[in-house]
């Protein structure tokens, strides 16, 4: 098993829709839960950052996690065109001291007009 | 001007040849990584360095060398190019206080022929 599941996608969405992505890990030292988002042709950039169970929001961007389903999510309401990329979740097993962040594949979400 | 630049943007190249790929920044970041970035396979980290004296070997370095020259510039090497190893090629940094939070460059796209 990986140590973090994301479905690839492709997902399609009209314009206004509510848009959940997802991710499922393994590893239970995980306490730091990130979403990049990468548009086409540019490097990842840090979306949202929760740390350990809840929920966060920003905007129209609403992050959760559920520690005891090993389960992170991220909703987004009223998408956009300007939505349009590839979301990748991360996560680490501590902050500051820990270097490594452990990707999902990325799912690619394309919002119609 | 952006805050992580890498040079080249694409490259194309021969098998066996010796290529370079440089990432520079003015973040000011002591910690600094090498991602490589394939469909299907998310974003692996190949090497990173918490300072100009402490490089560290991530999940698949092998056939990579890196060089971090000045807190600014970090460097990855191909000793020997084959062709698994085209791929999209991410430089990002992190402040110490802060490694999950990590600024990516715009990649190197590379092909070996």
């Known amino acids: 098993q990986k140590e973090v599941e994301q479905d690839p996608g492709p997902l399609s969405v009209p314009e206004g829709a509510i848009v959940s992505l997802n991710c499922t890990y393994s590893?239970?030292?995980?306490?730091?839960f990130m979403w990049y988002r990468q548009y086409s042709r540019k490097g990842p950039e840090l979306l949202m950052y929760?740390?350990?169970?809840g929920n966060k929001e920003d905007g129209r961007f609403t992050a959760q996690v559920d520690k005891s389903s090993k389960y992170i999510s991220l909703f987004i309401r009223d998408s956009q065109p300007s939505d349009s990329a590839t979301y990748l979740c991360?996560?680490?097993?501590?902050?500051?001291?820990?270097?490594?962040?452990?990707f999902g594949k990325g799912t690619l979400l394309t919002v119609n007009p | 001007d952006a805050d992580v630049t890498q040079t080249p943007r694409n490259r194309i190249t021969k098998t066996g040849k010796r290529i370079m790929l440089e990432c520079s920044q003015t973040?000011?970041?002591?910690?600094m990584y090498w991602y490589r970035q394939d469909p299907g396979l998310g974003l692996r980290l190949i090497y990173y360095?918490?300072?100009?004296?402490?490089?560290n070997k991530g999940e698949i370095s092998d056939g990579y060398s890196v060089s971090r020259q000045a807190q600014a510039k970090f460097s990855l090497s191909l000793e020997s190019a084959i062709p698994n190893q085209t791929a999209l090629y991410f430089c990002?940094?992190?402040?110490?206080?802060?490694?999950?939070?990590?600024?990516f460059g715009p990649g190197t796209r590379l092909t070996v022929l």
């Open positions: 929760t740390y350990s169970s």
């Open positions: 991360a996560m680490s097993g501590s902050g500051g001291s820990n270097y490594k962040l452990t």
């Open positions: 990002a940094t992190s402040d110490m206080g802060s490694t999950d939070t990590q600024y």
């Open positions: 590893n239970s030292a995980f306490q730091y």
């Open positions: 360095s918490f300072d100009v004296k402490d490089i």
């Open positions: 973040k000011g970041h002591d910690r």
